[in-house]
């Protein structure tokens, strides 16, 4: 799914990483591909969502954590 997305094939790569976030094992891994995709397209509130479950779920705790703070600081900036 990520060379896809490198690719240029951002749908099919998206497509991709929605069908493996619900696999055992990989779905941690696709949730947070799916998130960082959700973050270069600016949908913050979707990224927040996948990072926030992360967390929730003990995965990527840290990555998560940093990346929803940067999420806080880009909606504090929009607001002003």
């Known amino acids: ?29 696709a949730s947070r591909s799916l998130a960082l995709l959700s973050m270069q397209r600016g949908e913050y509130d979707q990224a927040f969502g996948r990072f ?4 929730k779920s003990g995965q990527f705790v840290y990555e998560s954590m940093f990346y929803l703070g940067q999420i806080a600081e880009v909606k504090e900036q929009h607001s002003d």
Do not use: K, N
């Not at 990520?2 to 493996?20: I, K, S």
């Not at 926030?52 to 967390?55: A, S």
């Open 52 to 55: 926030r479950d992360l967390v």
């Open 1 to 29: 799914a990520q060379l896809m997305y490198a690719a240029g094939e951002t749908e099919a790569a998206w497509r991709e990483l929605e069908a493996l976030s619900s696999e055992a094992g990989i779905a941690p891994v």
